[in-house]
């Protein structure tokens, strides 16, 4: 069954190249697909266009097909081109011409945008609760560390002293600046398509306010020709927040690959959570970090990808947008995967608590030292100097004796004020408006 069908077969082996991966990547839209269509029934009803009792029987039937869905039973069944199809067949199954109805007053254009917008909105809930929780590791990990020094680096040069505090805190914090991003590709997301139809609106006197509260979109988007340009522009953005996140995972992922070698050995996994060599012995590799990296530098590539699919269309609608399901929808399994090792892995992390009693490390507080100096009155630039010679000679003899007083700095972390500015960004998202909307739209109750 096609929507668009007219009577005219169309050749099998351009069938299989249009539809190309289409009905499996639908199968992630399948429970929304339903929701659009439980909303968009009702504001048919409201507006004459379905009888009390149709509307009745269409919700019944759609609330069983939600069920088998979320049971693992639903299939989009060979001659049906995509998940619209294969719901609009079992309703007319069952319903006869009630259930050829249900496509008035929207097109299949405005119903994969509603969709889409629907799965993403799904799925940033989902990577939102994961980033806080992968947060909160971040953050106990810089209150447990928070005395314990590690060198810090420019250049890959020994530069300062920092901190495990320090470290763990600042990819905390960047989660917390990665969840804002997120937040506006929420927002972004979070508006109605449905009403838009083939992208040019409808003669019929359509309620759009009444599915936009129904779905639970905080608003819509009002142009119906920009509702469909949306399509790619919405995924697109959100790329971008996905790969913000992955960033960030990437960065973590690398220092620990290499603070944990040897030649570093500021920390170390639980040998459970390292991989050996098939001739080395001694072998115990973070293999976990630098599959994790790879994961993420792929995600970063998906906003690139879908911007070379979309830069050069005009307005309207083009199959060519099909496609970027095919490395959208994936692109969040993959992410939500590499917070779940990320949680885990950055919870066993061991950190050497000694690192810096190596001799090597002495001329790190070369810094410290100046400012001392300038502190009892010698001018900045001929404190350096003096330092600087006595490293020269091999004079120079270390104070270990640290004392950072200022925000973010070792001895103040402002973990408190990181955790407030994560708590804030996550209770803007407003998830529970949409969790109750869809309640009522699947048990009536609410």
Same mark, same amino acid.
């Given at each position: 069954m ?11 082996? !351009? ?5 190309g991966?289409?009905?499996? *990547?639908?199968? &992630?839209?399948?429970e &929304? ?18 009888t ?15 069920? $088998?869905?979320?049971?693992?039973r639903?299939? !989009?069944?060979?001659?049906?081109e995509?998940?619209?199809? $294969?719901?609009?067949?079992?309703? #007319? ?13 929207r ?5 994969v ?25 971040? !953050?106990?990990?810089?209150?447990k ?8 680096y #420019?250049? /890959?040069?020994v530069?300062?002293?920092?901190s ?10 960047s989660?917390s600046d ?16 449905l009403?838009s ?12 306010? *009444?599915?936009t ?11 119906v ?9 919405v995924?697109?953005?959100?790329a ?22 040897? @030649? ?8 459970e ?6 001739? *080395? ?7 976990? &970090? ?6 993420? @530098?792929?995600i ?10 979309t830069?050069? /269309? ?6 060519? /947008? ?15 995967s590499?917070?779940t090792?990320?949680? &885990?892995?950055?919870?066993?992390i061991?950190? @050497? ?6 001799n ?9 030292? +100046? ?12 404190a350096?100097? $003096? +330092?600087?010679?006595?490293i020269?000679?091999g ?6 004796n640290?004392h ?7 001895g ?5 004020e990181? $955790?407030?500015?994560?708590?804030q ?6 998830? #529970? ?14």
């Amino acid at each position: 069954m096609k929507l668009w069908d007219k009577g005219t077969e169309i050749n099998k082996l !351009i069938e299989a190249f249009t539809i190309g991966k289409d009905t499996e *990547m639908d199968m &992630f839209l399948a429970e &929304f697909d339903v929701l659009g269509s439980l909303a968009h029934i009702k504001m048919l009803e409201s507006i004459g266009l379905l009888t009390a009792a149709e509307l009745e029987s269409l919700t019944f039937e759609l609330r069983e097909i939600y069920r $088998q869905i979320k049971a693992g039973r639903f299939v !989009i069944e060979p001659g049906s081109e995509d998940v619209h199809s $294969q719901v609009e067949l079992m309703l #007319t199954r069952k319903l006869g011409d009630a259930g050829k109805k249900i496509h008035s007053g929207r097109s299949r254009n405005d119903q994969v945008l509603v969709d889409l917008k629907l799965f993403t909105r799904s799925e940033i809930k989902c990577v939102a609760e994961q980033l806080a929780e992968l947060f909160e590791i971040l !953050i106990a990990q810089s209150d447990k560390y928070r005395h314990v020094l590690m060198p810090g680096y #420019t250049h /890959l040069q020994v530069a300062m002293p920092s901190s495990f505090g320090l470290w763990f805190g600042a990819y905390a914090e960047s989660l917390s600046d990665d969840l804002l991003l997120l937040q506006a590709a929420y927002r972004i997301t979070d508006q109605n398509p449905l009403g838009s139809a083939a992208g040019y609106g409808s003669s019929f006197p359509l309620n759009r306010r *009444m599915t936009t509260d129904l779905l639970g979109f905080e608003s819509m988007n009002y142009n119906v020709v920009y509702a469909q340009m949306g399509r790619g522009k919405v995924e697109k953005t959100v790329a971008f927040a996905l790969a913000s996140v992955a960033a960030t995972l990437s960065k973590l992922a690398w220092d620990v690959c290499l603070f944990m070698s040897q @030649n570093f050995n500021f920390v170390s996994l639980p040998d459970e959570l390292t991989t050996g060599s098939s001739i *080395m012995p001694h072998k115990k590799n973070p293999d976990v &970090f630098e599959l994790l990296r790879s994961h993420c @530098n792929r995600i970063q590539s998906v906003p690139g990808q879908i911007l070379l699919m979309t830069n050069n /269309l005009p307005s309207g609608y083009f199959r060519d /947008l099909q496609l970027i399901k095919e490395i959208f929808i994936p692109a969040f399994s993959e992410l939500k995967s590499c917070m779940t090792i990320a949680c &885990f892995a950055i919870s066993n992390i061991k950190v @050497n608590e000694q690192i810096m009693d190596d001799n090597r490390y002495g001329n790190i507080y070369s810094v410290e030292e +100046v400012n001392r100096m300038v502190v009892q009155g010698v001018p900045f630039r001929e404190a350096y100097r $003096q +330092v600087g010679e006595s490293i020269k000679k091999g004079t120079f003899q270390p104070d270990k004796n640290i004392h950072h007083t200022h925000e973010g700095s070792i001895g103040n972390l402002c973990l408190t004020e990181i $955790q407030e500015k994560m708590t804030q960004a996550m209770k803007s998202f407003n998830f #529970t408006r949409v969790e109750k909307a869809f309640e009522r739209l699947i048990s009536g109750i609410g």
